[in-house]
Each structure stands twice: as C-alpha cells, then as structure tokens.
C-alpha cells in the first residue's frame, strides 16, 4: 500500500504504454466528442489533422487507466480536486504508442485533514520519440501513512 509519504518530490514513476486503435478512437469520439475528426476516417482526412485523431479526452482517459492500474489500484489514494494545465499538444492517432509518465512536483496539507495529503504530480503521455502529446497537473489526496505502520 502506497501512502502520502511514498511519493518523494522529484521521483518520476514509469506508469508503462498503451497503444491507441481506431477502434476505440472511433468509439469514444462517437459516444463522446462527435467531431468529424474524432469519428469519420474519410471525412477527417479533410480536416486540418489531415487523417483520424483521438480526442483529446481520449487521450486524458488513456493516461487515467494507466495512473489507476500502475499508482492507485495500490494505494491510499482518496480521489481528487482537480487538474490544472492540462494540454493536447500533440495529435494522437490510431497506432501511436504512448509511454505515460508521472513526476511528482510537491505534496500540500489538506485543510479539513490532517490523515490526508495532496499530492501533485505532472502527468504525460509521450509518443515513441518521446514527445510530449499530453501533459496535465493533477491534484491527487491521499491518506498518509498510519502512525505506527512501517513503509
């Protein structure tokens, strides 16, 4: 169980890949975001993307499911307040393979919670030339570590 204290300002955490298909471009963007770039490969070749291109709430889920599987399926994670910054910066299309990232920047009391903790990390989703596609900066609680319980 990974806890508050686990999460040193400075450490970037390799939350692995995943690869996009256009099944799930298509899907998502249908259900979700119906743009014609999002949801039509013919029609999106004649948009300024030029071809099919996941949304970026697409992408955000994407990183998400990564952050889940890799950091919070494992911890004492409490939800979250927010993001802040978060950028597309990139296209994503079908066949990209994303490497996701995290580094945690700071950690900050919870006013109404001295059991709990935000923690702040820059989250990133980067294309296998290492570019960065998405980034955002979440604000995550977590508990800290009961008194007495060794790491």
């Given amino acids: 169980m990974r806890y508050l204290e686990d999460f040193p300002v400075g450490e970037v955490y390799d939350l692995g890949e995943v690869k996009v298909t256009q099944e799930e ?21 004649e948009s300024h993307f030029g071809g099919l291109v996941a949304s970026g709430w697409l992408t955000a889920s994407l990183f998400m499911r990564r952050y889940v599987e890799e950091i919070l399926a494992d911890s004492a994670g409490d939800g979250s307040p927010g993001v802040d910054e978060m950028r597309f910066h990139r296209p994503v299309r079908p066949g990209d393979v994303l ?51 060794d790491t």
């Fill in 25 to 45: 471009v298509l899907s998502f963007g249908r259900a979700y975001d119906p743009q014609v770039f999002h949801t039509d490969p013919e029609r999106a070749r």
């Fill in 99 to 149: 490497r996701a990232r995290l580094t945690v920047l700071g950690v900050a009391p919870v006013l109404h919670s001295k059991q709990s903790g935000i923690l702040r990390p820059r989250c990133e989703l980067l294309d296998e030339e290492g570019t960065v596609v998405f980034s955002m900066v979440l604000h995550s609680i977590f508990r800290r570590r009961p008194a007495g319980q």
